[in-house]
Structure formats: structure tokens, C-alpha cells
Nanobody
């Protein structure tokens, strides 16, 4: 059974940085795609970034391109989301998720079968 545990959220001023971590266990993740989603109050849970574990191909939502970087550490079975130049509109609960496919073609919430508990990111203006 896949287990995902996020950490690294918190309160930061606009323009600041945070790094989220997602520790993954329970499987060999070489055939998986890992994603970061976020959900603000009253809004849908949307994809922010994704990475194919074996190849390292990445996807970014337009709203975070150039500011966020997703990466993985194979030895630690951990996925990271480095968030720079944070804006108040980045405020949300951030979730780590896993999808049993290397493809980045479809990254819908329903495509991901395993989820972490979420970590709150709050950006003050």
C-alpha cells in the first residue's frame, strides 16, 4: 500500500520561498508519476506540478511556471516542490499524489490513486 507523507508547509511572506517534501513508501515508484496538487478554500483541487519518477520528465501549471520546481530523490524515495517568489494566491493546502503510470499526458485528480494528508501553505501580502 502506497503511503505519502507531506511536510514543509507554513506561513511565508509574499516573495518568499518554501520547500515541500513528500516521503513515499510501500512500493517501488519507478513506474509512477508523482504530482503536487493544491486546493484553496471553495475551489477545486488542481494540479500544480508532476514528475515521472524514472525518466524525470516534468509538468507545471501555467500559474507556477518559472517559480516552482519539482524534483525527486530516488535514494530517499522523496519528491520535493521548491516554491519561490510566492504570491498570496498560492495560499492553499498542498497535496502529494501518486499515479501508476509514467505518462504526463493526463494529470487529472481522478488519475491519481494515492494521496497524502496535505500540508497548509499560507502566503501573506
Amino acid at each position: 500500500q502506497v503511503q505519502l507523507v507531506e511536510s514543509g508547509g507554513g506561513l511565508v511572506q509574499a516573495g518568499g520561498s518554501l520547500r515541500l517534501s513528500c516521503a513515499a513508501s510501500g512500493r517501488t515508484f519507478s513506474s509512477y508519476t508523482m504530482g503536487w496538487f493544491r486546493q484553496a478554500p471553495g475551489k477545486e483541487r488542481d494540479i500544480v506540478a508532476a514528475i515521472s519518477w524514472m525518466v524525470g520528465s516534468t509538468y507545471y501549471a501555467d500559474s507556477v511556471k518559472g517559480r516552482f520546481t519539482i524534483s525527486r530523490d530516488n535514494a530517499k524515495n522523496t519528491v520535493y516542490l521548491q516554491m519561490n517568489s510566492l504570491k498570496p494566491e498560492d495560499t492553499a493546502v498542498y497535496y502529494c499524489a501518486a499515479k501508476k503510470s509514467q505518462s504526463l499526458v493526463r494529470l487529472l485528480r481522478s488519475d491519481f490513486g494515492s494521496w497524502g494528508q496535505g500540508t497548509q501553505v499560507t502566503v501573506s501580502s
